[in-house]
């Protein structure tokens, strides 16, 4: 595990607020790195990655896709396009984990310069369909009962990550509930090609997929350390496996 994951969660030194979330550096001539988080849309999910990263670092915050003056965006679509209206001009290089590689996916492949997903599902499957599923109940939850479940949920991914770091705020459930029916009507999968790197987790519990299941959508696929979340506590062996991406 990395020294870096020992550490406590929280933003990296330099953030400052941007209306999708925070920045870290200043722009420069090269395409500045876009970094979603998973589905509990907490950007402080890249705090051991994104000082790795060279350049500008844009952190986005799910939770302001989600504002309650503008209707909840329903697919991962609508997120994309939500996420799109916040990003600077140009081309970007692009990390999602999980649900935010979803997302991610939704970009105009014509502005992706590079991207990365960690953690995220190649195809629609009956995961997705669960977690549709799971969307249309957590919102109905009582508050107690809800952060119970995400209790125990969250427990069992600190577990196979090793490190308590990992430890994620609960998003309020009705966000939590839109994310997941976004994913439910997932339908069609998003071609690869150059540039495009799938990692995941040697040890995610929550995965169950191959590289031929990657290679078969144009991804190049890469297995690191660690379970759910490499990026927060392998952030050494995923920026190792990016940075081959780049050199190739």
Known sequence: MSAAASAS?????????????????A???????????????DPCEFAALAPLLPGERILVATSLLQLR?????????????????????????????????????????????????????????PASRRAGWMGRIVPLLPSPL??????????????????AAVELR?????????????????GVPTLGGPGRLAL????????????????????TPGVVPGGHFPHISHPDEVWGAIRSLLHR
């Open 9 to 25: 969660l929280a933003l990296p030194p330099g953030a400052e607020p941007v209306p999708v979330g925070f920045r870290i550096g």
């Open 27 to 41: 722009p420069n001539e090269e395409a500045p790195w876009v970094l979603i988080p998973g589905i509990r849309g």
């Open 170 to 186: 609960a998003p309020p459930g009705p966000e939590l509930g839109a994310r997941l029916r976004a994913i439910g009507r997932w």
């Open 69 to 125: 003056s503008r209707p909840t965006p329903q697919t991962l679509s609508e997120f994309s396009a939500r996420l799109l209206e916040h990003l600077p001009p140009g081309r970007w290089r692009v990390i999602g984990a999980s649900f935010g590689g979803l997302i991610a996916r939704g970009l105009p492949a014509e502005r992706v310069e590079v991207l990365v997903t960690v953690g995220t599902l190649p195809a629609p499957s």
């Open 200 to 219: 995941w987790g040697s040890s995610d519990p929550w995965l169950t997929w191959n590289e031929a299941d990657v290679r078969a959508e144009g991804w």
């Open 146 to 163: 809800y952060h119970r479940l995400y209790s125990r949920h969250d427990g069992k991914t600190r577990e196979v990550e090793g490190s």
